[in-house]
């Protein structure tokens, strides 16, 4: 039989719905960039000197910050501590004064940028129940299980009473004890009939138990309940609310790239050198600043043995001992203010490599300075580039490492591999990570979909 036409109505409502939220959106873009025009041209010169204080702003006071933190002398850091102070109220005051000028048009560009982006999200949204809405529906598992580190966060599972609320969704729990492998349980528990695993963690918790879901070929559940969470904010995950992450079990299904330095798989990157230095450093998860303070100056000054690091660039050319060489599953974003240090994608296939080979404060203010702006070009201080593979020898035969944040001594040389979807992860229904255009409502991407859901050419548009 053939479906009544009053069954297609609901879903027309919805598409002619988003079609008029569509040209909303655009409309809305289209006065935000008359109004930023109009204020450009009626301010050319103000916002020219507003840029160039911020320019020169971002360069000075990274350099000065830098060698406040590497000074020994603590009249220099005093020095150095008043001259950033002193470039952070220049830049308060310039903007104080460039707003008051223009307090009305500024916030009204403000609300009509919000306005866009809210509309631009919603015209862009997936309709409920479409292909779109996320990858393939999750089966109904059997026996889901979950490991929980009670150490990550400070306490933070227990806190918010997580053992006990994926209990009730019948999922099996067990606590990571000290001393106790990751792996080990994981592995045991798939064993015993786990048809799907799961890491209640920090970012350093989550591999060894991902590593038996590739391994197995099982599903994989990552529930953000440690201090930072990189890996579930590339994901799309609520880092605030670690109980919605329950949800993945009956969620969704996507396919990431995993990566691996010879036999120890990593999900988000390794890093050498200084960071890898200050990470081992026994003091570290409690003073993290104060612990990098101690380390990264006596590197800096080369008072620390070297490692003898080498290493073949993009172009073959041999390098050798840079101070932090990070090598990652997929590309960080250092371009855009709005995504520093995030992955837009998490199954592009790739290696990031970078490289910082700055031998002084000056050159690493001059980096620093250079990411702030967003002009982050190759040169003798700086590299990075992308690759499938990648290897670094080393004089002495293990190298301290940091692998996802954690310490680790690894055996050189170091073979780095990646794996393109190699994890399939599980997430809560509708989560949308970094890389759709959904997500990032400015993009030249998300503008080119606006056009298409409006003009009624979404699927032709998208093929």
């Known amino acids: ?12 409502g919805r598409v002619g719905r988003r079609r008029v939220v569509a040209w909303a959106a655009l409309a809305a873009l289209a006065l935000l960039v008359a109004g930023l025009a109009a204020l450009v041209a009626d301010n050319l010169s103000g916002l020219a000197w507003l840029g160039l204080l911020a320019v020169a702003g971002l360069a000075v006071g990274a350099a000065v910050s830098w060698w406040a933190f590497t000074t020994r002398r603590r009249w220099k850091r005093l020095l150095n501590i008043g001259l950033a102070a002193l470039v952070v109220a220049l830049l308060v005051v310039a903007l104080l004064t460039f707003g008051a000028h223009n307090a009305a048009s500024l916030l009204g560009l403000l609300l009509v940028g919000a306005a866009f982006a809210a509309a631009a999200r919603a015209a862009l949204a997936p309709p409920p129940g479409s292909e779109a809405a996320g990858g393939p529906r999750a089966t109904a598992f059997s026996r889901p299980w979950l490991l929980v580190n009670p150490g990550s966060g400070g306490g933070r599972a ?23 492998d990751p792996e080990q349980l994981a592995g045991d528990a798939v064993g015993r009939g786990a048809d799907a695993i799961g890491m209640a963690g920090g970012d350093g918790s989550l591999g060894p138990v991902a590593r ?36 993945a079990f009956t969620g969704e299904e996507r396919r990431v790239d995993v990566a691996t330095v010879g036999d120890r798989l990593f999900l988000n990157n390794v890093s ?3 960071y890898a230095a200050v990470v081992h450093e026994p003091g570290y998860r409690a003073r993290k600043l104060g612990t990098a303070h101690a380390v990264l100056p006596a590197t800096i000054r080369g008072e620390r043995d070297p490692l003898g690091l080498s290493f073949q660039g993009p172009g073959g050319d041999l390098h050798g001992e840079p101070l932090v060489l990070l090598v990652s599953n997929n590309v960080y974003e250092l371009r855009s203010p709005s995504e520093l240090g995030a992955r837009r994608h998490l199954d592009a296939g790739v290696l990031q490599v970078s490289a910082l080979r700055a031998a002084d404060g000056a050159g690493i203010a001059g980096v620093l300075a250079r990411v702030a702006a967003g002009r982050v070009g ?35 040389p170091l073979e780095f591999r990646i794996w393109p979807g190699a994890l399939r992860v599980l997430v809560p229904a509708g989560t949308v990570g970094l890389g759709p255009p959904g997500a990032r409502p400015f993009s030249r991407d998300a503008v080119r979909r606006l056009w298409a859901v409006a003009r009624g050419r979404e699927q032709r548009s998208l093929t």
């Open 212 to 247: 038996v879901a590739v391994a197995h070929g099982l599903p994989f559940v990552c529930v953000p309940v440690g201090t930072r969470n990189h890996f579930a904010r590339d994901l799309g995950l609520v880092r605030a609310d670690p109980l919605k992450a329950l949800a």
């Open 1 to 12: 039989m053939g479906r009544h036409p009053a069954a297609d109505r609901p879903r027309d």
């Open 158 to 180: 227990a806190r918010l009473g997580l053992a006990q609320a994926a209990g009730q969704l019948g999922i099996e729990v067990r606590e990571l004890r000290p001393g106790e």
């Open 272 to 274: 050498l050198g200084a």
């Open 378 to 412: 190759r040169s003798d201080a700086w590299s990075q580039w992308t690759a499938t593979s990648f290897r670094v020898a080393a004089s002495p035969p293990r190298l301290p490492a940091g692998v996802d944040g954690e310490a680790a001594v690894l055996d050189a």
